[in-house]
C-alpha cells in the first residue's frame, strides 16, 4: 500500500510538471505564431513601425526642404544680388516701384522678393527731329552764293554810298528774333527818358513764350540805363521787357512806338509784336534791318552799349558780370562801331554790325544760320572778300577801338 501511494504521488508530480510546461509554452506559441505571420507580410513591431513613422516625416519635411531652396535657386535672378535683397531691413530702404523710378519704402515692410526688385523698363531714345527755320522750310539754305555762307540771307553794303557789295535773298522776310532789341533801344533812346530811373523787374518779364532763362531774378532792381546796356550788349529778355512795360503808356504804347518809328524810317517789311523778340511773329528783311543798323548808328549810347566787351552789375551783395553775345567783340582783327545778335528756333542765328573794314564803314545782315558760331565765320569771310577787293595801296590799317 505504501509503494502503491508514493507511485500514485510522483504520476501526480509529473502530470503537475507537464501541465505547466504546457501552460508556459502557449503565450511563446503565440508570440511566435504572430512574429510568424508578421514576417511573412513583410511587417515589423509595433515598437519599430513608429520609428519608422518618425524617420519618414522627417525624411519628408527634408525633400520638401530641399525641393523649395531648388526651386528658389532655379528662378531666382542673380544668386548674389537677390540675397542681399531678400533679406530682412532694420530702416527704410529704398526699392523700385513698377514704373522703374526709386521711391522711399516704409521700414514695416522688411522684406523683399525678387518681384519688389524688378528692373525698370529699358529707356528708348528717341530722336527729335530739330525745329525747323521759317527760311529753312521755304528752301534758302540751299541757295548757293560765290562766298560759300552759312547764312540764307545776307546783306553787305556801303554805308556811305549805300552801294551793294554783296547780297544773298536780301527781300525775304524771316523772324529776327533778339534783332528787335536795337529797335527796342533806338524808341527809348529817342525818348529822352533819364537813364537813372529805377526799374524793378517783376513776375510780367519773365518769359513765359520760350521759358528762357535770366539772371535778372524777379525782384531786382537796376537804372534804366543799366537795363538798356543788358539788353544791347548781353542780350538780356528780361531787362528789354521790363523797358517796354514801364514806358509811358505801357507795354502796348511802346510796341506801336516801335512799328511807328519802323513806318518812319521806311522799313516796309518790319513788324513787332513785343519788344524782347522771343516771338517769331517779329520780322523783318535784310533790306529793313540794314536801314535800322544806319540809324541806330546815329545814337552814341546804342554805339556804346552794343560794343561794350563785358559789364558789372551789383546785385546787393554780389556782383554779376555780363558778356557780350557777339564774339567778335574781342577780336582784335575787327572794329565794330554796333551790333546785336539774335536767335529762336524760327529765325535760326543771326547778326547785324556796322564795322570799318578796308577803311570803309560797313553794315552787315546775317540772317537764320544754322550753327553757332556760322554767323561770325560768315562775317569773317566778308571781311577777308572786302579786303581782298581793296587795292594795297588804297588799305589802311585798322585798329581796334578802345
Not at 535672378?77 to 530702416?91: G, H, V
Request: charged share 25%; glycine share 6%; aromatic share 4%.
Amino acid at each position: 500500500m505504501v509503494l502503491c501511494s508514493n507511485r500514485i504521488r510522483k504520476i501526480l508530480q509529473t502530470t503537475a510538471c507537464l501541465a505547466l510546461t504546457a501552460a508556459l509554452a502557449i503565450p511563446l506559441s503565440v508570440q511566435s505564431a504572430t512574429q510568424t505571420r508578421s514576417s511573412e507580410k513583410g511587417k515589423r513591431p509595433v515598437a519599430t513601425k513608429s520609428a519608422d513613422k518618425r524617420n519618414t516625416a522627417v525624411a519628408k519635411t527634408h525633400a520638401r526642404k530641399t525641393s523649395v531652396v531648388q526651386a528658389k535657386r532655379s528662378t531666382a535672378p542673380s544668386s548674389k544680388r537677390l540675397a542681399k535683397n531678400t533679406r530682412k531691413k532694420s530702416a527704410t530702404t529704398l526699392a523700385r516701384s513698377k514704373g522703374g523710378k526709386l521711391r522711399v519704402a516704409s521700414s514695416k515692410s522688411r522684406r523683399y522678393t525678387a518681384a519688389a526688385y524688378s528692373r525698370p523698363a529699358s529707356v528708348v531714345r528717341v530722336s527729335v527731329p530739330a525745329r525747323l527755320s521759317v527760311g529753312e522750310r521755304l528752301g534758302l539754305r540751299s541757295s548757293l552764293d560765290p562766298l560759300d555762307l552759312n547764312s540764307s540771307v545776307a546783306l553787305v553794303i556801303d554805308q556811305d554810298t549805300r552801294e551793294v557789295l554783296f547780297s544773298k535773298n536780301d527781300a525775304a522776310v524771316l523772324p529776327i528774333a533778339s534783332l528787335t532789341k536795337l529797335m527796342t533801344g533806338l524808341v527809348i533812346a529817342d525818348a529822352n527818358l533819364p537813364m537813372d530811373e529805377l526799374i524793378t523787374i517783376t513776375q510780367d518779364d519773365v518769359d513765359t513764350l520760350k521759358g528762357s532763362r535770366s539772371r535778372l531774378a524777379v525782384g531786382t532792381t537796376l537804372s534804366r540805363g543799366e537795363l538798356m546796356h543788358l539788353a544791347l550788349m548781353s542780350s538780356e529778355n528780361r531787362a528789354a521787357h521790363a523797358l517796354g512795360r514801364t514806358y509811358p503808356g505801357g507795354l502796348h504804347q511802346f510796341v506801336s512806338l516801335m512799328n511807328q518809328k519802323a513806318f518812319e524810317l521806311g522799313m516796309g517789311d518790319t513788324r513787332y509784336v513785343e519788344p524782347t523778340g522771343l516771338s517769331s511773329l517779329n520780322q523783318s528783311s535784310a533790306r529793313d534791318l540794314a536801314t535800322l543798323v544806319s540809324v541806330a548808328y546815329e545814337r552814341p549810347i546804342l554805339r556804346s552799349l552794343s560794343t561794350s566787351p563785358s559789364y558789372l552789375v551789383e546785385l546787393g551783395d554780389r556782383m554779376l558780370q555780363f558778356k557780350n553775345s557777339n564774339r567778335l567783340i574781342r577780336s582784335p582783327d575787327w572794329d565794330i562801331g554796333l551790333q546785336k545778335t539774335g536767335y529762336i528756333s524760327e529765325a535760326g542765328r543771326c547778326l547785324v554790325m556796322q564795322a570799318k573794314v578796308a577803311d570803309r564803314k560797313l553794315i552787315m545782315v546775317f540772317l537764320d544760320s544754322a550753327g553757332k558760331l556760322d554767323r561770325a565765320q560768315d562775317a569773317e569771310r566778308v571781311r577777308r572778300w572786302v579786303e581782298a577787293q581793296t587795292p594795297p595801296s588804297q588799305a589802311v590799317l585798322v585798329r581796334p577801338q578802345g
